[in-house]
């Protein structure tokens, strides 16, 4: 394969630190290094221009795509109400498609044909980059060292960069796997590959532990207009910031911690533990205010448009019609979702405490056990007769079939 120029994912860590050489090496290109900063923190991005040049590329490019994730991608899938197996809230890969998108727009804006990044021939990521950059520019070459080189263990990409003289903060005796964005952290890896084993308090870096959560509970206001956060307690902020004071107060009350075991896409089963604070409380916070709005039609409907909505964003398919369709029908839905909620943080719970919308279909004259002059309970009979006539007939058949045998 020839290769002139290639831009690579880069995160200044251990695996990407390598793979700069290692393709200079092998394919004699030129390498630019892409970084995306989709809210890892500060310490993650420290110094990691000089880390890629370092370790010999020809260049570095760090791209703010905190908003652009938030946008196009966190507020549109909360509206899908999209959670994976029950319980993950897709934090690693709805970060994916805006950091695939902007890798393409870089290397084309650069000149290169050709696309690199550090993930291994296990794991899920490998297929959400690749189908992403198959859809927006399949011209483009991809290499994945993992799946071509010979290393096979930390210490021995360790040994190549000592042979290389290139300086790296990494060790041999890194514990965890860690991923983190401005929705969330997980953590893989460790005593976490045993699934009989409970996760220390070394593994969780975000929240407090529900047991140290203070003993007193939080109330968070949340106002949402067609399913799109608005406001916290009444101040008006845009995505990002929303989303960081979310984090602070739900880490603060020990929400949002999961320790599960997951189904990858490439067929095996991995043991993760995901830190989702923020989000915790934001999908929370629309659900309560779903019950209000929503009839039960329209709430089936969205139960099953989120359960295909995370499947299709788990397995990396965001650039496909079939995400525009299903997320036109979510955000259509959602126009009605606009109100107020309030959330009661403790210990590590969320739960809705107050809620009210212009779109209600929550009628107290309906639901009271008062006295009423707009429901007559005498209707109901007749409604239960039809509602139950195909048992009513089963039920029939099954009396006159017992009659003839006997």
């Given amino acids: 394969m020839s290769v002139k120029k290639v831009v690579l994912a880069y995160s200044g860590g251990l695996d990407t630190s390598a793979i700069v050489p290692w393709l200079k090496d092998n394919y004699n290109c030129e390498v630019v290094a892409f970084v995306a900063n989709v809210g890892q923190g500060d310490d993650e991005l420290a110094g990691v221009e000089e880390k890629a040049i370092a370790s010999g590329a020809s260049s570095c490019y760090v791209v703010d795509l905190r908003d652009q994730l938030m946008r196009e991608v966190v507020y549109p899938t909360l509206k899908t109400g999209a959670v994976y197996e029950g319980q993950y809230l897709l934090g690693t890969s709805m970060a994916r498609p805006v950091i695939a998108r902007a890798q393409v727009e870089l290397a084309l804006k650069v000149g290169a044909d050709a696309l690199s990044h550090g993930c291994t021939g296990k794991g899920n990521d490998q297929v959400r980059f690749e189908s992403a950059f198959a859809a927006l520019a399949p011209q483009l070459k991809v290499i994945a060292p993992w799946r071509e080189w010979e290393f096979s263990s930390r210490q021995s990409l360790l040994d190549y960069l000592v042979e290389k003289k290139i300086p790296t903060t990494s060790s041999a005796t890194k514990i965890y796997s860690r991923d983190a964005n401005l929705w969330h952290i997980s953590h893989e890896g460790g005593e976490l590959e045993d699934p009989w084993c409970e996760p220390s308090e070394q593994v969780w870096t975000w929240t407090k532990s529900p047991e ?166 005498q209707d109901a009979a007749g409604f239960i007769r039809l509602y139950s006539l195909a048992s009513r007939i089963r039920a029939m058949h099954a009396a006159d079939k017992t009659a003839q045998e006997s």
């Avoid at 629309?286 to 209000?292: W, Y």
């Fill in 212 to 377: 140290q959560a203070p003993d007193q509970p939080a109330y968070v206001e949340l106002s949402f207009v067609a399913g799109e956060l608005q406001k916290i307690n009444g101040q008006a902020l845009a995505p990002v910031e929303a989303l960081s004071l979310l984090n602070d107060i739900g880490a603060e009350h020990g929400v949002g911690r999961i320790d599960i075991v997951e189904n990858r896409l490439v067929g095996m089963k991995s043991r993760g533990c995901y830190e989702t604070p923020g989000g915790t409380i934001l999908l929370a916070g629309l659900q309560g205010l779903e019950a209000l709005v929503y009839d039960r039609t329209a709430l089936n409907y969205r139960e099953e448009i989120g359960l295909k909505f995370a499947q299709l964003v788990y397995d990396g398919r965001w650039f496909t019609p079939l995400k525009d369709a299903l997320l036109a029908a979510a955000t259509s839905l959602a126009q009605d979702l606009t109100g107020d909620v309030v959330l009661k943080l403790y210990k590590g719970r969320v739960t809705v405490a107050k809620r009210r919308s212009v779109n209600s279909l929550y009628s107290e004259a309906f639901a009271t056990f008062e006295d009423d002059e707009v429901y007559n309970q």
